[in-house]
């Protein structure tokens, strides 16, 4: 299934034939502290930076109404983030994973991403488009 929107996102999640929990990692793309000049020009183009993870969330698809209210609910902590990646953890037995469930996928995410492991997740920026990462 090709990934269009975060509503596919969520829409695949429901669609599953077992209970799922949606783990977001929200980042901020930053210049890295020493930067190279070509560095500094891919990111003026918005083409590199480092990934720095500042806020962890987990999430079953019936709490999440859209990418929008996401967002919302983000503002409220008052970190900044400019993309958020996002992974599924299946249940098992007709049971969705809880949070407590979630919290080691959740830092071998933020692990993955800190190695620049990203294209294992869907990404999004904060307009809510699709993300690729090569």
């Known amino acids: 299934m090709m990934l269009t929107s975060f509503q596919n996102l969520l829409t695949a999640a429901h669609q599953q034939s077992e209970p799922q929990r949606l783990l977001f990692t929200f980042v901020r793309v930053e210049l890295p502290e020493a930067a190279t000049e070509a560095q500094r020009e891919r990111f003026t183009a918005q083409q590199g930076g480092t990934l720095s993870p500042s806020l962890c969330v987990d999430k ?14 983000s503002a409220t ?3 900044d983030w400019d993309v958020v990646f ?5 249940g098992r037995a007709g049971v969705a994973p809880s949070t407590d469930e979630a919290a080691q996928p959740l830092r071998f995410m933020v692990n993955a991403i800190n190695n620049g492991r990203v ?11 699709v993300l690729q990462f090569c």
């Open 77 to 79: 902590t008052g970190l």
């Open 86 to 90: 996002v992974a599924s953890l299946s």
């Open 119 to 129: 294209a294992e997740f869907a990404a999004f920026d904060r307009a809510g488009n």
């Open 60 to 73: 079953a698809p019936s709490e999440i109404a859209s990418f929008e209210t996401l967002v919302e609910e």
